[in-house]
């Protein structure tokens, strides 16, 4: 060993309590202080629960190898990236392991699919996630085809199933109990599955990339109905719209549609009563350009969300239609709005007016905002309650500034107004001593 350990003389939990949360890459460096460091890396969680086996060099797949084999027998999850030279260690790896991996994730190319189904033919106990993903690498390639005897079909805790590329061609037994279905088409074929036919149980379901949904998806209404979700993304805009048209997605609890700004007003007509409006942005993926508007049911909590990127939006321009993003007949049932800070310039401009709104929140998330101003501010002439909600790890904003933002996101409202600051968004040690005073103009 190299180093030297400081913590000799520490009791045994007290340094175990000094590894707590660490990563796999921050492990790895503590391998070299000491022989009892050593012993407390290879045995923590982070090494061994959840392993990646990417053959960027011999020396990753020896790493990824021994972590496997240090798993002692111990429940784990594997995700392998397509690796052609190692493919035949990695599925020998996944044969040995079976027994104890609970989330196995497998990208591969299309050709090589005969040597992975080898492999998954002997029982999953535990495998409670399954994801495969089969990319064509040549277009006269046949789409491969899950056999049935998929697990010896058995793999009684497995309820979550992604698969990309792949064609069912008969119901499985091992997926009669998956509750959580993600089907991304084939590049070369329009195949899709029957959700009611191959995964009965399911009741969170996403389509990616499908374009026959309409003739596919032949279910009673008793399907839909239990259903907590469906989420329909990509595709071209009109197999969009005619799945819309077609499947009966109003008996549905949550619908995603993504990209979706242009069905808002048929979607959210499948809404009764009073509604709940989040404008908020979506940074999963690191994606900033992302936002989402969730419509909620106030009585039952239903929801219709819509996703959309801003790069499709030009804010110079006028919209479509004139009343803006929302149809008049949407805008008037809306009672509460939530926006996210980094975004409120932006969603000001999309909005139209709202004249029963009565409580709006602007959202400070962990990734911060930009500090811009509304240029076009929101129209509530019944707006009666403001919340500015915070985050533990978001810099403190000055009162000013929260002030002056309000000031001009917001119109039309008779003051004054009920504030709420939740989560120590404002700085209470402002170099400028603000007064609280500024939030009684409101």
Not at 26 to 45: C, D, F, G, K, Y
Request: glycine content about 4%; charged content about 15%.
């Amino acid at each position: 060993m190299t180093g030297r350990d400081t913590t000799a003389m520490l009791p045994p939990e007290l340094v175990l309590r000094f590894f707590r949360g660490w990563t796999f890459e921050e492990l790895q460096s503590a391998l070299a202080v000491s022989t009892r460091w050593r012993a407390i890396a290879l045995n923590h969680p982070s090494y061994w629960r959840s392993i990646r086996f990417r053959a960027q060099s011999d020396n990753a797949v020896r790493l990824s190898l021994l972590r496997i084999e240090r798993t002692y027998g111990r429940s784990f999850s594997l995700t392998c990236f397509r690796s052609h030279g190692s493919l035949a260690q990695l599925l020998a790896a996944v044969t040995k392991h079976l027994n104890h991996i609970v989330g196995l994730i497998m990208f591969v190319d299309d050709a090589q699919h005969d040597a992975v189904f080898d492999v998954l033919r002997q029982p999953a106990p535990k495998l409670e996630s399954l994801h495969l993903e089969f990319r064509p690498i040549a277009p006269d390639l046949e789409v491969p085809i899950v056999p049935s005897d998929l697990f010896s079909q058995h793999a009684p805790v497995l309820r979550k199933v992604r698969l990309y590329g792949v064609r069912l061609v008969e119901p499985l037994a091992v997926f009669a109990l998956v509750s959580e279905v993600f089907v991304h088409a084939h590049l070369q074929v329009d195949f899709v599955p029957c959700a009611f036919t191959h995964f009965p149980s399911v009741k969170r379901l996403r389509f990616s990339q499908c374009t026959n949904l309409s003739q596919s998806q032949h279910a009673p209404l008793s399907f839909w109905t239990a259903l907590d979700m469906i989420t329909l993304s990509g595709g071209p805009p009109e197999i969009l719209s005619s799945a819309i048209c077609d499947l009966p997605l109003c008996a549905v609890h949550t619908v995603v549609l993504q990209p979706g700004l242009s069905h808002i007003d048929i979607v959210s007509s499948h809404l009764h009563g009073a509604l709940d409006l989040s404008f908020v942005s979506d940074h999963q993926f690191n994606d900033v350009g992302t936002f989402v508007l969730d419509f909620r049911e106030r009585s039952t909590r239903r929801s219709r969300q819509f996703a959309e990127h801003w790069r499709h939006l030009d804010l110079t321009i006028p919209l479509s239609t004139p009343h803006g993003l929302i149809a008049l007949n949407i805008a008037d049932r809306l009672v509460s709005l939530s926006i996210s800070a980094d975004i409120l310039p932006g969603a000001c401009v999309l909005l139209p007016p709202l004249p029963n709104v009565v409580e709006v929140a602007f959202l400070f998330h962990h990734w911060g905002f930009s500090g811009a101003h509304p240029a076009q501010p929101l129209i509530v002439p019944k707006l009666r309650s403001l919340k500015l909600q915070g985050h533990e790890d978001l810099p403190r904003v000055s009162r000013s500034f929260l002030w002056s933002m309000s000031l001009l996101a917001l119109t039309s409202y008779v003051p004054p107004l009920t504030v709420v600051v939740e989560q120590a968004v404002v700085d209470n040690y402002s170099r400028d001593n603000e007064p609280i005073e500024f939030f009684l103009r409101l």
